[in-house]
């Protein structure tokens, strides 16, 4: 069965790091893209970052261009999102999720627990 496990989050003053990490199993991840979605209170899920199968296209949103990085490691089934210089406005759950909105490929309806993120003093 298809799983997502996201991990790394936590409380983090801003100007803090972290490292996400989502750990994927029951489907050929490796052919699929990948992407980070967050989701803040009383605000939709946003799609923040997305990565081609292969790693050839990536994509950010403005927001967190230039603090944050999604990477991936084929071998291992996981999928990382390396966030730097955290504001408060960071604040969210965030997800990761298999295929990519808009882009060809295959896609997976499945969403894990998320992991929590609060960038506060």
């Known amino acids: 069965q298809v799983q997502l496990v996201e991990s790394g989050g936590g409380l983090v003053q801003p100007g803090g790091s972290l490292r996400l990490s989502c750990t994927a199993s029951?489907?050929?991840?490796?052919?699929?893209?990948m992407c980070w979605y967050r989701q803040a209170p009383g605000k939709e899920r946003q799609l923040i970052a997305s990565?081609?199968?292969?790693?050839?296209?990536?994509r950010y949103i403005d927001s967190v261009k230039g603090r944050f990085t999604i990477s991936r490691d084929n071998g291992k089934n996981t999928l990382y999102l390396q966030m730097n210089n955290l504001e408060p406005e960071d604040t969210a759950v965030y997800y990761c999720?298999?295929?990519?909105?808009?882009?060809?490929?295959?896609?997976?309806?499945?969403w894990g627990q998320g992991t929590p993120v609060t960038v506060s003093l």
């Open positions: 029951g489907f050929s991840f490796s052919r699929y893209a």
């Open positions: 990565m081609s199968a292969t790693g050839g296209t990536i």
């Open positions: 999720k298999a295929g990519v909105p808009g882009w060809s490929g295959p896609a997976l309806d499945n």
